[in-house]
Antibody, heavy 120, light 107 residues
Framework: EVQLVESGGGLVQPGGSLRLSCAAS????????MHWVRQAPGKGLVWVSR????????SYADSVKGRFTISRDNADNILYLQINSLRAEDTAVYYC?????????????WGQGTLVTVSS | EIVLTQSPATLSLSPGERATLSCRVS??????LAWYQQKPGQAPRLLIY???NRATGIPARFSGSGSGTDFTLIISSLEPEDFAIYYC?????????FGGGTKVEIK
């Protein structure tokens, strides 16, 4: 069974940093692109970032470029999102999601999400 | 950035009725469009990818169609568990973008 378990969220002050983690199991992690998608309270889904299966290629939404860094550890099956210079508008549930091998920009499994709250 | 516009924003229907959801895209995305379902307090679930391919385990009452700029998700006969919010998403261009969602509610 595919499982994605996020952790690392919490309350942080504006300008602060967090590192989110996503532990993957039940599939060959190194064969899949991985994504982070966020959802502000009561709002829709917003794609944040993706990383290729081998970690050599990444992409970011303009709103987080330069502040967020996606990475992965294929030996330990963990996806990361380093988030710096946090702003109030970054408050959201952050989901990690698995890309479909044959349709990498679509995601077929999602974690349960981790809540990041940016507030003083 | 490609913009996805979903309509209607809310669809009020009864169990057993047919639901037709629309997703219009600001520029052609070929067939690179997916549909997701999200229930309150839950993560989204993939229903359809590449316009018309049902994801694993998705019932046959869900079907997707379209290409280019106009896409449709049809739920042929609503079950009680189908009342939720539905999002479309394109994977043709970066950044990936989602529509604003259609809420299917019980009438």
């Amino acid at each position: 069974e595919v499982q994605l378990v996020e952790s690392g969220g919490g309350l942080v002050q504006p300008g602060g940093s967090l590192r989110l983690s996503c532990a993957a199991s039940g599939f060959t992690f190194s064969s899949h692109w991985m994504h982070w998608v966020r959802q502000a309270p009561g709002k829709g889904l917003v794609w944040v970032s993706r990383i290729s299966d081998d970690g050599s290629s990444t992409s970011y939404a303009d709103s987080v470029k330069g502040r967020f860094t996606i990475s992965r550890d294929n030996a330990d099956n963990i996806l990361y999102l380093q988030i710096n210079s946090l702003r109030a508008e970054d408050t959201a549930v952050y989901y990690c999601a698995r890309g479909i091998v044959t349709a990498r920009g679509s995601v077929d499994h999602w974690g349960q999400g981790t809540l990041v709250t940016v507030s003083s | 950035e490609i913009v996805l516009t979903q309509s209607p924003a809310t669809l009020s229907l009864s169990p057993g009725e047919r639901a037709t959801l629309s997703c219009r895209v600001s520029q052609g995305v070929s067939s690179y469009l997916a549909w997701y379902q999200q229930k309150p307090g839950q993560a989204p679930r993939l229903l359809i990818y590449d316009a018309s391919n049902r994801a694993t385990g998705i019932p046959a009452r869900f079907s997707g169609s379209g290409s280019g700029t106009d896409f449709t998700l049809i739920i042929s006969s609503l079950e009680p568990e189908d009342f939720a919010i539905y999002y479309c998403q394109q994977r043709s261009n970066w950044p990936l973008t989602f529509g604003g969602g259609t809420k299917v509610e019980i009438k």
